[in-house]
């Protein structure tokens, strides 16, 4: 997993001093980019801020996205548009969806 877009993303966050934690169902290793690797999303929601979804795992796709509503500050980008906006307006999230058109 090296030079992915998800890893240009996260070195960004770090040097703005941004604490990160990775979920990512097909990541088999403890830590990726130096950084532990959450076991499930549900572990780590509800100690979160924001989520960015960067990659369109067909397990994102299937998220309730009321999960997204159990964060601290319940923002949710999307850079994959697997996220209906209208059901994140729903759930009162603070939403952002990339490559909508």
Request: no cysteine.
């Amino acid at each position: 997993i090296q030079l992915t877009p998800a890893e240009q993303v996260i070195n960004k966050l770090q040097d703005l001093g941004v604490k990160i934690y990775i979920y990512d169902p097909y990541f088999k290793s403890k830590k990726v980019f130096g950084i532990t690797v959450a076991e499930n999303i549900e572990n780590v929601i509800s100690t979160v801020d924001a989520s960015i979804i960067l990659t369109a795992h067909d397990e994102f796709k299937k998220i309730e996205i009321a999960l997204f509503s159990k964060m601290l500050n319940p923002i949710l980008i999307d850079t994959r548009g697997i996220i209906d906006p209208l059901l994140a307006k729903n759930e009162k999230l603070i939403f952002r969806g990339l490559g909508r058109g």
